[in-house]
Each structure stands twice: as structure tokens, then as C-alpha cells.
């Protein structure tokens, strides 16, 4: 019962040597458990390395969602589209026009099946990988006319609940995932002003994305979509700024709620007032600093509304 014993003894199988790693001078290979990695690969080129470090990236965020439900977009292993309209086609393409530049080339991973109609609207655009929960007959049709996009079905894919490892050279890194299911009870509203249900629901999707993208992590969303990220900057500021920028060039946000996640507390009010001053009007983050009080009165004297959570959820 040990959860961390003295001695780990690991037994993987070799999937397939990969063309090659990260570049094209490393070498690599994928490995996996007995179980297997519960992926289908339909069609397409051979997948790289790269593209599974995308594609487990893209599912981690996308099994946390509702049954059939979500669009995630990744690129370089962090999430620049996201959505979980209940409409798919609505969906995918609102987490493609969160930021249509950063998707280009990337993964796709649809919480969905994937039918005739969906597929002509992906088969206009260029992602290295299309993943779905099933796909339509005719939609394979569709799809497989680009011969080197690779199509897998994640339907038998699940997220584990062991350990996770990261190794590198003689030393091995493990830890819990941090993939527990986020509910009302682990957030408290600190600001005078109340969310409706309606809001703080929306606030929770984006602090659930914003778990998963690199830290300093800022995620702003709008009505279950994502519409501007700013990851793994040095500086909280900095990640305010390119999510800002981000939301700014590519969406029309006149009369629309704002809401911002944050992956760990404010440690001062610049970064808050930056969010307030370009239209957030609710804020979710980790509680912990010294100056908790300081972000607090801000947001109080800015009518903003401010949920605190009971965990900070950094992503290296």
C-alpha cells in the first residue's frame, strides 16, 4: 500500500521505433504498458514524437469534458482553441477562430463523433492530426483524401489515474495527475459581487483549460469557449498580455462577458487591473498570496467578480 515504494519496477512493450525524435538528430521510440494506449490510427503518415506529445496533451483536456461534447485545438504541446458549445460544428469552429494562426499545423481532438459534415469543414484546414471519439463511414472518405493526415480514433482511449513520469537521463520524476473532476465546492466567491450559476460554471471551464496549458498560465473565455491564452511565459504579466493580444486580434468581444482564469494567484494587482482594464469582468484564480486582501479590494472597488480556488494547478 505503499504509494511511493522504495523500488519501482516498470514493464513497457515497444509500440514502434519513431522516424525520430523531437529533431530529426534524436532518436526515439514510443513504449507502453500492457494494457496498451487504447488509439486507433485510421489513416495517415506514421505519427512522430511531437505529434504524441500533442495528441496526449489534446486528450488529457478533452476527457475531462462532458460525454460528446468539446473541441480542442493544441500546438506545441499547449491548447489554443478550446470549446464545449453542446453544438460540435459550433465548436470546432469557435475553438478554431480562437487563434486560426496558432492552429495551423496543429491537433485536433474532437470529444465527438465526427460525421459528414464535420469532416468537409476540417478537410478545409490543415492539422497534422484529426482525432475523434468515432468517425462516419463517409466522413473517413472525406478525410482520407489527405493521405498524410494522420486520423485516430480515441474511442477506447481513457485517462489514467496512475502515477505520472517524467524521466530523463538517471533519474525518474513521479507524481499524481492532476485530472480530478473541478466541482462548485472547491471554489469560493471572495467578491461582493455574485456570479450567476450561468457564470461561475463558465469560469470553472476556464479554470479547467487553464490547468493544462503551461505555466504562467492565463486563459480568457467567452460563453464555454476559449478566446485568448497566454502560456508559459516567465512572468504572470506577460501571459496577461499575449492572452489579451491574442483575444484582441482575432475577436469581435463588443458586448461580450469575459471571463479570465488564472493557473496561481495574482502576487500583485498589476495583473488583475490589466485584465479589468481590457473588459474582465469575473477573474478565477488560486488563493495563497500575501496580498490576497489587496486583490480582493480591487476587485471590489472595480465591480468585479473574484472566485478563489483551493488548489494551484501549475503545469511544467
Not at 170 to 175: A, E, N
Request: proline share 3%; net charge positive; with cysteine.
Amino acid at each position: 500500500n505503499d504509494v511511493f515504494p522504495k523500488k519501482m519496477i516498470l514493464g513497457f512493450n515497444r509500440l514502434e521505433n519513431l522516424r525520430y525524435g523531437e529533431n530529426p538528430h534524436q532518436k526515439g521510440a514510443i513504449y507502453s504498458s500492457p494494457r496498451g494506449l487504447g488509439l486507433n490510427q485510421l489513416s495517415g503518415k506514421q505519427l512522430s514524437y511531437n505529434n504524441y506529445v500533442d495528441i496526449f496533451s489534446a486528450l488529457q483536456i478533452s476527457k475531462t469534458f462532458p460525454k460528446n461534447i468539446g473541441t480542442v485545438i493544441i500546438k506545441h504541446g499547449n491548447p489554443c482553441g478550446v470549446s464545449i458549445n453542446k453544438n460540435n460544428i459550433d465548436s470546432f469552429m469557435l475553438a478554431y477562430k480562437a487563434d486560426p494562426l496558432s492552429a495551423f499545423g496543429g491537433i485536433i481532438s474532437c470529444n465527438f463523433n465526427i460525421n459528414r459534415k464535420i469532416a468537409k469543414e476540417l478537410n478545409k484546414l490543415f492539422f497534422e492530426a484529426i482525432i475523434g471519439n468515432s468517425f462516419d463511414k463517409d466522413a473517413l472518405l472525406i478525410l482520407k483524401k489527405k493521405k498524410n493526415v494522420r486520423i485516430i480514433n480515441s474511442k477506447n482511449y481513457r485517462i489514467s489515474n496512475k502515477k505520472n513520469l517524467i524521466s530523463n537521463m538517471d533519474f525518474v520524476l513521479t507524481q499524481d495527475p492532476d485530472i480530478k473532476n473541478l466541482k462548485f465546492k472547491d471554489f469560493k466567491v471572495v467578491s461582493k459581487i455574485k456570479p450567476s450559476k450561468k457564470t461561475f460554471k463558465n469560469l470553472i471551464f476556464a479554470f479547467n483549460i487553464c490547468r493544462f496549458v503551461k505555466s504562467n498560465a492565463i486563459v480568457l473565455t467567452n460563453e464555454n469557449s476559449t478566446i485568448g491564452i497566454g502560456s508559459g511565459q516567465p512572468s504572470r504579466l506577460d501571459s496577461c498580455d499575449v492572452a489579451i493580444k491574442k483575444m484582441k486580434k482575432f475577436q469581435n468581444i463588443n458586448n461580450k462577458e469575459i471571463l479570465a482564469a488564472s493557473d496561481a494567484f495574482f502576487p500583485f494587482v498589476d495583473g488583475i487591473e490589466k485584465l479589468v482594464q481590457n473588459g474582465v469582468s469575473g477573474i478565477i484564480q488560486p488563493s495563497g498570496s500575501i496580498r490576497d486582501n489587496e486583490i480582493i479590494n480591487f476587485a471590489n472597488k472595480t465591480d468585479t467578480i473574484l472566485v478563489f480556488s483551493k488548489s494551484r494547478h501549475f503545469k511544467h
